[in-house]
């Protein structure tokens, strides 16, 4: 019996031992570490978007994209994705908040965000230094993707504004046969950045820009700018601003009599039907630059349907497909380079989901065939200009 006894127990530990040498044993010897996912445990990732205040329609639209394609992605290997949404001001004290509060949680694999490039800016920095990573699917400063600024863990699907300056600039220039033109930013990394793109290729194209102004982001009377805008003798006013300025000034505008016949144009920042609403009918004839939205796939339409049927409106701005294609872009990488164990732990490193990342080439989006740069710009940037046209932004270019 005892002889017995001792041969099973024998056969017993040896067949844990067996067992135990067959496991796969994780292990991260990632650069920058490891998010480690239990076995029934969610797989996390953080959103960073203007959700609130007078240009929260942007950043909603964003968000919107965002939940749809973890709704249309599904579990990564086996987990659920869970997503903590944080509210990015369109500030650089929104972005800079959100940033630390995404990274005061270890378990957060990567950020879509932010809206605005004003956040962007101090939020791809503490982002980068904490070995996460982020994709912006509306921030547009060339700054953000400039070799001298870039942020180590940032990549975006929007355009660059190298490309929407131009198109703006040429629209004027050789469809409208403009000549003088002038432009008003507010000082955000955005607006500035984009009114100097168009200032320097309507330059270059043979124009003459006869005002460059900058005015505060709450200002409330604008009409003593205006008059000085108008005394340099514009023909186009290019304001690629926010809601809140954009409307004022659109307004203004309308009711100075030196200005009368001036074209007004603005840009994405004003794409939403609460900047219509705020311009009123001054709004009405003037032009705004943006994203060419006229994607023609099966996906997208799936996707109008169901952002229908989920938030009971039609897009609201003009960024959710970027943000659907930034966050498929992380789900997508994620899956690919998590380890898996055998009882369905994960481990994610922080540098592979990085390099995975900026590895993107020729990836079939909603919004193009997107290849990711050293310097995080991943979009195939097309640019359209709309009218508005009875209280609606009508694409008219090209």
């Known amino acids: 019996m005892k002889r017995t006894f001792l041969f099973v127990l024998l056969i017993t530990l040896f067949a844990l031992v067996l067992s135990a040498c067959g496991g796969q044993a994780l292990e991260c010897e990632d650069a920058l570490g490891c998010v480690e996912v239990a076995p029934d445990d969610p797989i996390i990732i953080a959103s960073a978007l203007v959700i609130t205040g007078p240009n929260e329609q942007l950043g909603l639209d964003s968000q919107y994209g965002v939940e749809i394609a973890i709704d249309f992605y599904g579990d990564v290997l086996g987990h659920e994705v869970q997503l903590q949404p944080e509210d990015d001001g369109c500030s650089a004290e929104g972005g800079q908040t959100s940033a630390q509060k995404i990274v005061s949680n270890p378990q957060i694999v990567g950020v879509i965000g932010t809206s605005c490039s004003g956040a962007g800016v101090p939020a791809s920095k503490i982002v980068s230094d904490a070995g996460y990573i982020m994709i912006s699917p509306s921030n547009t400063s060339p700054a953000l993707t400039d070799p001298e600024t870039h942020e180590a863990g940032y990549l975006r699907t929007a355009h660059n504004d190298k490309v929407q300056g131009r198109a703006m600039a040429e629209y004027a220039y050789n469809v409208l046969g403009v000549r003088k033109a002038a432009a008003i930013h507010?000082?955000?990394?955005?607006?500035?950045?984009?009114?100097?793109?168009?200032?320097?290729?309507?330059?270059?194209?043979?124009?003459?820009?006869?005002?460059?102004?900058?005015?505060?982001?709450?200002?409330?009377?604008?009409?003593?700018?205006?008059?000085?805008?108008?005394?340099?003798?514009?023909?186009?006013?290019?304001?690629?601003?926010?809601?809140?300025?954009?409307?004022?000034?659109?307004?203004?505008?309308?009711?100075?009599?030196?200005?009368?016949?001036?074209?007004?144009?603005?840009?994405?920042?004003?794409?939403?039907?609460?900047?219509?609403?705020?311009?009123?009918?001054?709004?009405?004839?003037?032009?705004?630059?943006?994203?060419?939205?006229?994607?023609?796939?099966?996906?997208?339409?799936?996707?109008?349907?169901?952002?229908?049927?989920?938030?009971?409106?039609?897009?609201?701005?003009?960024?959710?497909?970027?943000?659907?294609?930034?966050?498929?872009?992380?789900?997508?990488?994620?899956?690919?380079?998590?380890?898996?164990?055998?009882?369905?732990?994960?481990?994610?490193?922080?540098?592979?989901?990085?390099?995975?990342?900026?590895?993107?080439?020729?990836?079939?989006?909603?919004?193009?065939?997107?290849?990711?740069?050293?310097?995080?710009?991943?979009?195939?940037?097309?640019?359209?200009?709309?009218?508005?046209?009875?209280?609606?932004?009508?694409?008219?270019?090209?």
């Open 186 to 398: 507010d000082g955000d990394p955005y607006t500035e950045g984009l009114a100097s793109v168009f200032r320097d290729s309507f330059t270059e194209l043979g124009g003459e820009i006869v005002a460059f102004e900058a005015e505060a982001p709450d200002a409330t009377n604008v009409e003593p700018l205006l008059t000085t805008v108008a005394a340099a003798g514009p023909e186009f006013i290019y304001y690629p601003v926010f809601v809140s300025l954009g409307g004022l000034i659109t307004k203004t505008a309308r009711d100075i009599d030196a200005l009368d016949g001036v074209y007004l144009a603005a840009a994405d920042g004003v794409q939403s039907p609460d900047f219509l609403e705020a311009a009123g009918s001054a709004a009405e004839g003037m032009y705004v630059s943006g994203p060419d939205l006229s994607f023609t796939n099966e996906t997208y339409d799936r996707f109008l349907s169901t952002y229908q049927e989920k938030y009971g409106t039609e897009p609201l701005s003009v960024f959710h497909a970027h943000a659907f294609d930034a966050t498929t872009l992380l789900l997508k990488a994620i899956e690919e380079v998590a380890q898996e164990g055998d009882d369905g732990t994960l481990l994610i490193g922080r540098q592979a989901l990085r390099d995975k990342l900026f590895a993107t080439s020729g990836y079939q989006g909603i919004t193009g065939t997107l290849t990711c740069n050293e310097y995080g710009d991943c979009a195939d940037p097309k640019i359209a200009v709309s009218e508005v046209k009875d209280g609606a932004f009508e694409a008219i270019w090209p």
